[in-house]
Structure formats: C-alpha cells, structure tokens
C-alpha cells in the first residue's frame, strides 16, 4: 500500500530532551515536507527537501532540524524542545516539488512538550 | 511571497444543498498550482482537487468543482449535494513551480458542518 508513515503518533516530552519524528514514504517520491498545524492558523512549512541532500527552509524552521540521507525518510529533529513547538505535525511527500503535483500525507504526530 | 486567503472560519449546508468555500491568493509566479485538501475529526489530510494556473477548463472531480477565476485571483470549491460525510476542514493551498518551488502555503481553513 502507497503510504506515508510517521512515528510516533503521539508524543509528550519535557524541554529541552532532544527527539526525532521519522517520516518514510515507500512511492519513491523525490519531494518530501514538514508541516505543523496549530489552531487557526492552518498549516505552516517548516522544512522541505526536493530530493536526497537537497533541504531548505519552510516558513516556520526556527527550532528543528531535517536531514534527508535516503530518498524515502526525512526524519525531523528538535534539539531542544520548547512548549510552543506543542503542535500536530504532519509529513508530506510528492512526485518532484512542481507546481502540479499534490502532496500525501502522513497520519500526524501529535506532540506535547511541557 | 505566496499567500492563501480563506475568509470563512466557519460553514453550514443543509443536506444535499450546494456549498461554495471561498480561496484567494497571491503569487508573482506565473506557473503554479492551487489544491484543496479535505481534513476530516479524524485529523488526516486528503487530496480532493487540483486547479493548475495555465488550465482554461475548471477542474472537476466527483462532487467537488473548483471555480477558478485567474484574474481575480480565486480559487473557490463547490461540492454539490453535501452529505453528512462532507463535515470537515478544509484547506486551500498553492505550489509555485518557479519563484519558490518547493515551498507550499495553506489557508487557514474552513470549517464545513452539514446539517440533516
């Protein structure tokens, strides 16, 4: 089945302990994105990547890290999270960064750091 | 920069009535593409539509037709004979395929409730 995986799906931690969300897609997608979604305000990319090597900022990138070794995972990284990274975050993958192509998406992973 | 304007938080449709959410948006790239994706309570992000700048039919697909006005910059959905399944967020989004390719910007969203 073509999917996009995240995990964990649900997460709380404390500041400052570093965590990882892993994200892999098995439809050989070049294109993978984070995004988070907080109430009101939509969803808001934090990083993205147009294929293995090649990452760049998104809107919201202050706080996280990404890394693409593999064309199927772009793990995203927190060194030292804060509670306003509390958040549903999403991975996203597409055939290439274009225009036309649309993007799916992973289930979410729900973080709560206190 | 890409913007995407959703004015309605919030929306009611009766049952099996016409519903129109309204998008509009900014880009100073000539190629691009504008996508709607349907959140239902249940959180995970669904694909419904795509509308690509250089297209001169409006896209359709199923129940969910995107009025796309170029000119006036908007991108609107209509899903026709709403059901009670149809009760969601929905979200507007664009691609540039040049300026800023790779990045992508949403809406913030509106609020679909269909009522029996």
């Given at each position: 089945e073509a999917q996009v995986t995240q995990n964990p799906r649900y997460l709380i931690t404390v500041t400052g302990k570093k965590l990882t969300v892993t994200c892999s897609q098995n439809m050989n997608h070049e294109y993978m994105s984070w995004y988070r979604q907080d109430p009101g305000l939509g969803l808001r990319q934090i990083y993205y990547s147009m294929n293995v090597e090649v990452t760049d900022k998104g809107d919201v990138p202050e706080g996280y890290k990404v890394s693409r070794k593999e064309k199927r995972n772009f793990p995203l990284i927190l060194e030292s999270p804060s509670p306003n990274q509390t958040s549903l975050y999403f991975c996203a993958s597409s055939f290439?960064?274009?225009?036309?192509n649309e993007q799916f998406f992973g289930p979410g992973t729900r973080l709560t750091v206190l | 920069a890409q913007k995407i304007t959703q004015t309605q938080p919030g929306m009611f449709v009766q049952e099996k009535e016409a519903v129109t959410l309204d998008c509009t948006y900014d880009t100073s790239d000539q190629s691009y593409g504008l996508f709607w994706y349907k959140q239902p309570s249940s959180g995970e992000m669904i694909f419904l539509i795509y509308q690509g700048s250089y297209d001169e039919q409006n896209a359709t697909e199923g129940r969910y037709s995107l009025n796309f006005q170029k000119a006036r910059k908007s991108a609107n959905l209509v899903i026709s004979a709403s059901q009670l399944g149809d009760s969601a967020m929905y979200f507007c989004a664009m691609r540039e395929s040049f300026t800023n390719a790779g990045k992508s910007t949403f809406g913030d969203g509106t609020t679909l409730t269909v009522k029996p």
């Open positions: 290439e960064g274009l225009s036309y | -």
